[in-house]
């Protein structure tokens, strides 16, 4: 979980408990014998909720704008050893998912016109998984790294290196 999204989740709690805590003193409120407490209580309670319903409404309303993050672009590139070929796969990070991933790669044209599926190991990995969130949830332009187990994997598209 990055930073962003715990500070979101917690914000959310803020609301709630705010909420809560106005709804609970409006109920006590009712019932305080003296008319001066009594008001005075349900005041603070009604600029409670109205307070937490405003920041949430601007918040999430009238908050963020995830588009640009949304349209970064993340690039695919095989490796084997010191030799790279970047997949013209360019995908979004809104559409940068596991499977995404694995169609595009899929596209790309073989030089053996027989085999009708790719072979990466990594791909079945534990670290292609690690590595697929953490770039998922980082910032800005990323790259991810398919390393190639030997040369056939490497050299089964019909793509110019780097």
């Known amino acids: 979980m990055n930073k962003k999204s715990f500070l979101i989740q917690h914000e959310k709690l803020v609301y709630l408990c705010l909420g809560m ?3 609970i003193l409006g109920f006590i409120g009712h019932f305080i014998p003296w008319e001066t407490i009594k008001s005075l209580t349900l005041n603070v309670a009604s600029e409670m909720l109205s307070v ?17 993050r949304k349209n970064e672009k993340i690039d695919v590139v095989l490796t084997f050893g010191t030799r790279e070929l970047t997949l013209p796969v360019g995908l979004r990070r809104a559409e940068f998912t596991r499977q995404e991933i694995l169609g595009r790669i899929g596209m790309m044209p073989r030089k053996n016109k027989e085999e009708k599926h790719f072979t990466l190991t990594y791909l079945s990995t534990r670290a292609f998984l690690r590595n697929l969130n953490m770039i998922a949830e980082s910032e800005g332009g990323q790259t991810l790294f398919i ?3 030997d040369e056939k994997e490497f050299s089964q598209f019909d793509l110019p290196e780097n």
């Open 21 to 23: 805590l106005s709804i």
């Open 147 to 149: 390393p190639c187990e």
């Open 52 to 68: 937490a319903a405003l920041f949430f409404i601007f918040r999430n309303l009238l908050g963020e704008d995830n588009s640009d």
